[in-house]
């Protein structure tokens, strides 16, 4: 089976460092390159070609919603999983309607759940962390 192509977008250093550690430990998935901002994740994306986006939404350098239409998989780009620290509707909502496959809060993450969530999205399932999931399902009734 081929690996997971990734690319990680991610602001603050030490946690994109962190989670590509943790991500290059597991065999199933290649890191095949990180962002710090929305340019450099939008020129990554076309050149390197990656399998999923692990993106944060709010980047230093501009909104991970923006990255997202520029990359977006309706386009035939690569599948986006969101890995952020808002747990707003607004946030939840904008992400999914710009096309994200999958949504998960950092207080929410564990390495067991990330690695499920990236190989979810990248069979075009959909994936959300509990509380995510509880929001949505409150904005339905």
Do not use: C, W
């Amino acid at each position: 089976m081929a690996t997971v192509r990734l690319l990680i977008v991610e602001d603050h250093d030490f946690f994109r460092q962190t989670i590509r550690l943790l991500l290059e430990a597991d065999e199933r998935i290649t890191v095949v390159g990180v962002a710090a901002s929305s340019a450099e994740a939008i020129a990554l994306t076309e050149s390197l070609r990656p399998d999923v986006v692990l993106l944060d939404l709010n980047l230093a350098s501009g909104s991970g919603l923006a990255v997202t239409q520029k990359i977006s998989p309706r386009s035939g780009g690569p599948a986006i999983l969101v890995l952020t620290g808002a747990d707003d509707a607004q946030s939840v909502r904008g992400a999914f309607a710009a096309g994200v496959r999958g949504y998960l809060r950092k207080d929410a993450i564990s390495d067991e759940l990330l690695i499920s969530a990236i190989l979810a999205v990248v069979h075009g399932g959909v994936f959300v962390d509990a509380r995510t999931f509880a929001l949505l399902l409150s904005l339905l009734a």
